[in-house]
């Protein structure tokens, strides 16, 4: 795609995101991310790999930046709301991150991504008694995900002795 027209945006965010993941060429990824982003200023996906990219380099302010950015120019992308909500729950802003899942889930009830991503950020706050059922959720809206269900195990092991659910103890 790129041999045929070097400006296509979301090639150039591709491929960027192959340079930082898997030839870990993070000046070349990100020099890439940015030519993507000035390609296209006005599409979300290159803003919201970027902000991944940033998060993963620790600079957090503009990793939020950035996936803010994406949700503005698609506001209606679960996965951009996504990606805001962790972008902030990685930064330790876990009451803002539990606003930002919640209005994701706002738009999709069944978001099982924002629902483990609010009991994650509850958990955090210290509000593990209302965590564990949006993770209880989370893990039946995803039909199994194996990712939630290792991150549920682990809700359930650190409440206590015998987690039996969310209204009583063994």
Known sequence: ALEIDPGLA???????MLEIDYDWDFPRG???????????????????SYSAYLAAMG???????????GLELDPMSQPAAQTLGYRLFYARQHERAQAQFRKTLALDQRAFVARVGLAQALWEAGE????LPEAERAMADSAGS????GWLGFAQA???????GPDHKV
Not at 10 to 16: F, G, N, P
Not at 146 to 149: E, G, R, S, T
């Open 30 to 48: 990100e020099a890439r991310m940015r030519r993507a982003i000035a390609a296209n200023p006005g599409l979300a996906e290159p803003h919201i």
């Open 158 to 164: 650190a409440s206590g002795p015998f987690y039996c």
């Open 128 to 131: 593990r008694k209302r965590a």
């Open 10 to 16: 979301t090639a150039q965010a591709t491929l960027a």
């Open 146 to 149: 194996p990712w939630i269900l």
């Open 59 to 69: 600079r957090a302010a503009e990793s939020i930046a950035e996936a803010r950015r």
